[in-house]
């Protein structure tokens, strides 16, 4: 997530464990374990970890190491990685977390002994568009140049970004929206017919989930490249529609395989069988950081 200081990303984020459904038993065990592992108390009951380190976070706390302690990736197993400030995280730990996205293994090696730790886990991480996070503002209140800009972004490597499936620019709320009562104002709009809330996201977030397992035994982030032929093939307006952006974009492979893998969650959430231009257009626009105006 990509917007200016205050325009709700660390709430979005704090938000998402609550979309997703509770642990399974076996699951529970395997959080309980991690937890046990890294010298903490196993925490209670079926929520999902939420792991949410300080930018000053070395290498080591986010892989694990020292006496061969799961790091905080492992620690978000099965649950959501919540990096805020991105740019501000040393480069080595930024870099450390590229096999881990792919793998969802992490591998601590030290000299006599080796350690393999469970990271199956959501990253969601937020970052201001520029050093003094004002970039675009409407009142002029940015001075950074663009080279200062380019400087900022360039901290956060290619090879990272072509690993993260969806990236989004988030606007401030408007000031109308912030000092009104939201509930009247959707009301007096008419708009309470299509709005839904939390409950209501997490039970098509639930639906969506059930179905991927049914057709293919893993959710669609988990899908190989034969499986994503298989499960993520296009009728003739998508595979149009996705060969222009990809030459448009100039997305690399694994862009390309991650887009069929959004568009397919796309078209798993509005519980449809095939995969329509709109669900590929969707997943092209979830990727702002692959656009050259960004």
């Not at 399974?24 to 309980?32: F, G, R, T």
């Not at 862009?255 to 231009?277: E, F, P, Q, W």
Request: aromatic share 4%.
């Amino acid at each position: 997530m990509i917007g200016p200081p205050g325009a709700g990303k660390t709430l979005l984020a704090q938000r998402l464990p609550g979309l997703l459904p509770p642990l399974s038993e076996p699951e529970i065990l395997e959080v309980a374990s991690l937890e046990s592992a890294a010298g903490r108390r196993p925490s209670l009951g079926g929520r999902r970890p939420f792991r949410s380190p300080q930018h000053t976070a070395s290498m080591a706390a986010l892989i694990g190491g020292g006496a061969l302690r799961p790091g905080e990736l492992s620690l978000s197993h099965l649950g959501v990685l919540f990096l805020d400030e991105l740019p501000e995280f040393p480069r080595n730990a930024l870099e450390a977390l590229r096999e881990p996205l792919e793998t969802g293994v992490v591998v601590v090696a030290r000299l006599k002994r080796t350690c393999e730790f469970p990271a199956k886990f959501q990253l969601v991480a937020a970052m201001n568009p520029c050093p003094c996070g004002y970039a675009g503002d409407s009142r002029g209140r940015c001075h950074c140049t663009a080279d200062q800009v380019l400087r900022y972004r360039n901290r956060i490597s290619g090879p990272l970004i072509d690993r993260i499936d969806i990236h989004i620019e988030i606007a401030p709320l408007p000031v109308e929206d912030l000092m009104s009562e939201v509930r009247e104002r959707v009301i007096a709009t008419g708009a309470a017919r299509t709005a839904e809330d939390s409950a209501a996201v997490s039970r098509r977030v639930a639906a969506a989930r059930t179905l991927q397992l049914q057709r293919q035994g893993k959710l669609n982030a988990r899908l190989s490249a034969a499986e994503i032929a298989r499960y993520c093939g296009l009728a003739k307006e998508p595979r149009a529609l996705l060969a222009t952006a990809i030459a448009r974009l100039g997305l690399s492979a694994r862009a390309y395989h991650r887009v069929l893998k959004v568009a397919r969650t796309c078209a798993d959430l509005g519980s449809v069988a095939d995969i329509r231009i709109i669900d590929v257009a969707e997943a092209v626009k979830l990727r702002a950081l692959d656009r050259p105006t960004c």
